[in-house]
C-alpha cells in the first residue's frame, strides 16, 4: 500500500510537473506554452539556420538584453543604459515582460517568419510550427493587458533596426538563429515567482 501510495504521488508530482512546462508565468498573468516542443522544433532546423547565417558579427538579441528587460535592481538598470544611452529615469517601475514579448511575439510573426524560407522541407515545417505556436502564446496574451513602456518600445525599435540593415532572407535567417537565446528566456517564467532570468532562482 506505500509503495503504492508512493508511485501515486511521484505520478501527481511529474504531472504537475508537466503543467508547469506548458505554461509561462509572467507578473500577473499566465499564458500556455510548451517551451519543450518549441525547442524541438528549433533544433530539427537549427543546424540548417547556423550554417547560412552569414552574418556572425551581427546579433539582434543578447542573454544580457533579454535579461534586463525587467531590470530588478540598479546594476542591471546601468548596463542596459550604457547599451543604448538611456538615462535612470527613463524607467518607469512596471514589469515589462509581458510587454517586451508581446512586442517579440509580433516581431518574429510579422517580420521574422512571414520572410524565412528554406529548401528543406522539414526545416520549413518546423519554422511553421514555430509560427503557429508564437501566434497562439500571442493570442493568450491579449487578455493580459501588458503595460508598456516607452523605453520597451525603443528597445524593440533598435532590434527592428539592425533586422532591417540587412538583406531580407539574411536577417530572418539570423533572427531565426536567435531563437534559441529567446527560447532559453521564455523557458525561465516556466515556474510561478521566476523572473524569466535564465540561471536565475
Request: glycine share 0%; aromatic share 6%.
Given at each position: 500500500m506505500k509503495v503504492l501510495s508512493v508511485c501515486l504521488l511521484v505520478l501527481i508530482a511529474s504531472l504537475a510537473e508537466l503543467a508547469q512546462s506548458r505554461k509561462l508565468h509572467l507578473v500577473g498573468c499566465t499564458v500556455g506554452a510548451h517551451t519543450g516542443e518549441l525547442r524541438k522544433y528549433?533544433?530539427?532546423?537549427?543546424?540548417?539556420?547556423?550554417?547560412?547565417?552569414?552574418?556572425?558579427?551581427?546579433?539582434?538579441?543578447?542573454?544580457?538584453?533579454?535579461?534586463?528587460?525587467?531590470?530588478?535592481?540598479?546594476?542591471?538598470?546601468?548596463l542596459i543604459m550604457c547599451q543604448y544611452n538611456l538615462t535612470m529615469t527613463s524607467f518607469g517601475q512596471e514589469d515589462q515582460t509581458c510587454c517586451f514579448l508581446q512586442l517579440l511575439l509580433r516581431f518574429y510573426i510579422e517580420r521574422v517568419f512571414s520572410r524565412y524560407s528554406s529548401s528543406g522541407l522539414e526545416d520549413q515545417r518546423s519554422a511553421s510550427a514555430l509560427a503557429n505556436a508564437f501566434f497562439s502564446i500571442r493570442r493568450d496574451l491579449t487578455p493580459c493587458n501588458c503595460q508598456c513602456e516607452e523605453e520597451t518600445h525603443r528597445l524593440m525599435d533598435s532590434v527592428h533596426s539592425e533586422f532591417i540593415q540587412l538583406n531580407v532572407k539574411l536577417a530572418a535567417v539570423k533572427a531565426v538563429g536567435e531563437l534559441d537565446t529567446v527560447l532559453d528566456w521564455l523557458e525561465g517564467f516556466r515556474r510561478p515567482g521566476l523572473t524569466g532570468h535564465p540561471g536565475r532562482k
Open positions: 528549433y533544433n530539427e532546423m537549427r543546424t540548417d539556420v547556423l550554417r547560412r547565417d552569414s552574418e556572425m558579427a551581427v546579433r539582434f538579441l543578447s542573454t544580457p538584453t533579454l535579461r534586463n528587460i525587467q531590470l530588478p535592481d540598479r546594476s542591471e538598470h546601468l
